[in-house]
């Protein structure tokens, strides 16, 4: 298939009004028939329609344009440019079942209990959770504290050991971080 300029009608519309290529061409470089480039130009075709500049936009060269002009057989060439789209998805919110919902809280107080090292957010975001409910579980004011039980919460599937293992990681070398800036300040306040 060939490459078309976006907005063909309105780039055909403007290449008519502003410059001296024949219809054959602008017909060509718009997937257009040449009598609708011959329509265009008599105000027949494409009323209402407003230009659409195609050097702007980044379709044409003024180059182009003018090397196009002097030779009636050449065609135009569209610009094309490479843009990287990432493939990474976005991570979808975390369903879990119903039946395991109430497994949650059990898993949060194991991890508190077990990595204290982990950030409110982090066991949060592995659990599938409110960071509320897991600072009211590490404050003991959730409301049914009384009748927790720390589960493992990769035994009960919640998460996997690799997203674990990943969160534990990246908090240890936070508490690196902040150790390191705290030796500086008292290094520098010496």
């Not at 109430?102 to 090292?117: G, M, T």
């Not at 996997?160 to 971080?177: C, Y």
Request: glycine share 2%; with cysteine; net charge positive.
């Amino acid at each position: 298939m060939k490459d078309i300029p976006l907005m063909p009608k309105a780039t055909a519309v403007w290449l008519v009004e502003n410059t001296s290529l024949s219809f054959k061409q602008i017909a060509d470089f718009c997937n257009l028939h040449e009598v609708e480039v011959q329509g265009i130009a008599d105000g027949e075709v494409a009323k209402g329609i407003k230009a659409y500049n195609p050097i702007i936009a980044g379709q044409l060269t003024r180059e182009e344009i003018e090397r196009s002009s002097k030779d009636v057989h050449r065609s135009l060439q569209l610009l094309k440019k490479e843009i990287n789209i990432s493939t990474k998805e976005r991570k979808k919110p975390k369903y879990t079942p119903l039946s395991k919902r109430q497994d949650r809280p059990d898993a949060i107080l194991w991890l508190i209990k077990n990595y204290s090292e982990l950030l409110d957010t982090q066991i949060a975001r592995l659990i599938g959770t409110t960071k509320n409910t897991v600072v009211s579980i590490k404050k003991r004011s959730y409301w049914n504290f009384n009748n927790l039980s720390p589960k493992d919460p990769i035994a009960i599937n919640l998460c996997s050991q690799l997203d674990l293992e990943n969160a534990l990681e990246k908090a240890k070398r936070k508490i690196k971080r902040e150790r390191e800036k705290i030796k500086k300040e008292k290094m520098d306040s010496s």
